[in-house]
């Protein structure tokens, strides 16, 4: 639909508390709600939801957040910094932007994207 944005996701994750650090401290997401089983980061216009699940049949797998950076590399040297493990190296992908890959604690993989051209 156009003009749809994405505003807001909710990962189920199992250890709440490395997620809640990983993307509270290591990222750098402001904290909009923690409580003992909900955690509620703000990203600009976007809301970022973890949710403690402990049914492994329920929790989320294979999904892949983007976050926007004006520069992936200072951005990846930053939340390295605060102990995000960066996979690999930063890419030039042939769709235009460069990216710089981590994984959560609860398995999601995390992108910080730069777009040096939008195709």
Request: net charge negative; charged share 25%; aromatic share 8%.
């Amino acid at each position: 639909m156009e003009g749809m944005r994405l505003s807001y996701v909710t990962l189920f994750v199992e250890d709440l508390e490395a997620c809640r650090r990983f993307y509270g401290d290591g990222l750098g997401l402001a904290l909009a709600h923690d409580s003992p089983s909900f955690v509620q980061f703000t990203t600009g216009a976007s809301t970022l939801a973890l949710h403690a699940m402990r049914d492994p049949a329920r929790l989320s797998r294979g999904v892949n957040l983007h976050f926007d950076v004006a520069d992936a590399a200072a951005a990846a040297a930053e939340v390295s910094q605060r102990g995000v493990r960066i996979e690999g190296e930063l890419r030039d992908e042939p769709w235009g932007a460069r990216v710089a890959r981590a994984m959560d604690p609860a398995g999601n993989t995390v992108e910080l994207v730069q777009w040096l051209r939008r195709s």
